[in-house]
């Protein structure tokens, strides 16, 4: 690119320019804008009805001066963009570049497509100058680079243009290379025809996306959150890359919540911030020193055990930035590993039902048949709600990814089809009655680890609305939990051998 945005976020100049949904609209909205600007104005002020702005910029290529465009848009599925265009009426050169306008998200985002039919290639993608795409199948891998708005076809050509190019020249001087790229070049044209392989794309910043599709079902589409590593934080200039760890416990004495053990007089305790000898007890609130996975700097996590009645010890925690405002909780289950997954139906039939206490583990895959909903583990990590409280999170965190988070009547952007529209709406719809318990529906949550819990109204005895069944793990799930490699027993040598 021949220009460089300001290093500065577009955000600080929303005080002079308007707000920042008046500058970051979709394309449709602001064309319609503007219609009604030159009905009213009559096409007097050519300004005020630009919608691409335009900047006098040097060209690298020539060293004469060019021109930039710059667009400020939404994009369906995603968030605020620039795109930027250069131009050189001198040597012809020209070249485009898109770049997140948003802020770095507060957890990195890793999507994963299993396709499997041609029309998947048509699926939008954006890449940021951070993400990493990969052809699974292939152990072919795109690194951080610069930005671009696209689809998997588009993805695709570029890397098969680029593999081409070179070809003559290697079948002459590294005809072993030329071989192996070959088939490399091969393999993404069958792939490009039959729209069959498996696809990553892998942002700490959390900026990028590829787009969903009603028609996935199972596995097929997969979106997991997950906190970005002290590495992660350092390249992207947020804290140190872990040199500088969590603060010393002497930092945290401001904590005065009756009942609660803050780290300092478990350092008194322990050597260090090590809790392996303390002893938790049930309903005592631990406060430890951590790192913030979102900027990196010191944090506080708030721990505390729950027992749960009819069936385990859980334990909630949650980490506290104030610095920049990063908040989130997990649960996770206490107690030895069983030796069989569980599953759990539960038929929900009538409003009361909604009020049930439900626990998802993070290995939890659940399922609701009726709204077409699939939730595969990782995707949400472990949540201890109600089943009102879950299935308006499921519902609230897929709007945001199918919808503009400011699109109120689900339109979902100038650039979303029709019909595509109309599915979307449709299976919303069904989400929201059955949050409203206007329908009877199954709940099936699957969990290897049998971590997952809903609440039994009849409790001790048999709830005749909810159903649990145990099952022997597949050897996959044993080998994804870490399970086939477990050494628990020491044997007779002194060393750790499986049970």
């Known amino acids: 690119m021949a220009t460089h945005w300001p290093a500065s976020r577009p955000e600080h100049s929303l005080e002079h320019s308007g707000s920042r949904s008046e500058l970051f609209s979709p394309v449709g909205s602001q064309v319609i804008s503007i219609d009604h600007l030159s009905n009213e104005t009559g096409g007097e002020n050519e300004n005020e009805l630009k919608l691409v702005e335009e900047i006098e910029s040097l060209c690298m290529n020539c060293e004469e001066n060019g021109v930039t465009r710059l667009l400020l848009t939404k994009i369906p599925y995603f968030r605020e963009v620039i795109l930027m265009s250069f131009f050189c009426d001198k040597c012809h050169f020209k070249n485009t570049e898109i770049q997140s306008a948003g802020e770095i998200q507060e957890q990195g985002v890793k999507y994963v497509v299993k396709m499997d039919r041609p029309e998947d290639m048509e699926r939008q993608i954006v890449k940021s100058d951070t993400a990493v795409f990969r052809v699974e199948n292939l152990d072919l891998e795109i690194p951080p680079g610069r930005g671009k708005l696209t689809n998997v076809e588009g993805v695709f050509s570029e890397i098969l243009g680029d593999l081409k190019k070179d070809q003559p020249q290697r079948r002459e001087e590294q005809p072993d290379i030329y071989e192996k790229i070959n088939a490399i070049i091969r393999s993404l044209e069958n792939i490009s025809t039959n729209g069959k392989a498996e696809i990553s794309l892998n942002d700490p910043t959390g900026n990028s996306s590829i787009e969903p599709s009603p028609q996935d ?5 997969t979106r997991i959150e997950y906190q970005r590593t002290p590495e992660d934080n350092a390249a992207l200039g947020l804290g140190d890359g872990g040199n500088g760890n969590a603060a010393e416990p002497s930092n945290f004495h401001d904590s005065t919540t009756t009942g609660t053990v803050v780290a300092t007089e478990i350092a008194g305790e322990v050597e260090g911030d090590s809790m392996q000898d303390v002893n938790i007890v049930d309903g005592q609130m631990y406060s430890l020193p951590c790192q913030c996975p979102g900027c990196g700097k010191p ?26 405002g990063y908040r989130t909780n997990d649960v996770k289950s206490g107690g030895e590993i069983p030796e069989k997954g569980q599953r759990i139906w539960l038929e929900v039939e009538k409003a009361e039902d909604l009020r049930r206490d439900i626990l998802k583990s993070e290995t939890c895959m659940l399922k609701i048949p009726a709204c077409k909903v699939e939730v595969v583990p990782g995707t949400m990590g472990g949540r201890f709600t109600t089943v009102e409280g879950l299935l308006t999170q499921i519902r609230d965190d897929l709007r945001g990814s199918i919808f503009d988070t400011d699109d109120a009547k689900g339109s979902g952007g100038d650039s979303m089809p029709e019909e595509r529209r109309k599915v979307w709406i449709e299976f919303f719809a069904g989400l929201d009655r059955a949050i409203l318990g206007e329908m009877k529906y199954t709940i099936l949550m699957e969990d290897p680890l049998a971590n997952s819990y809903v609440q039994s109204f009849t409790a001790p005895d048999p709830d005749p609305q909810i159903k649990v069944e145990d099952y022997e793990r597949t050897a996959e799930e044993e080998d994804e939990l870490g399970l086939t490699d477990m050494r628990t027993r020491l044997g007779a040598d002194g060393e750790y051998v499986k049970e």
């Open 217 to 221: 079902e199972g596995s097929k589409y």
């Open 299 to 324: 944090a506080i996590m708030n721990m505390q055990m729950v027992r749960v009645p009819y069936f385990k010890q859980v334990i909630i925690s949650a980490v506290v930035c104030t610095h920049c």
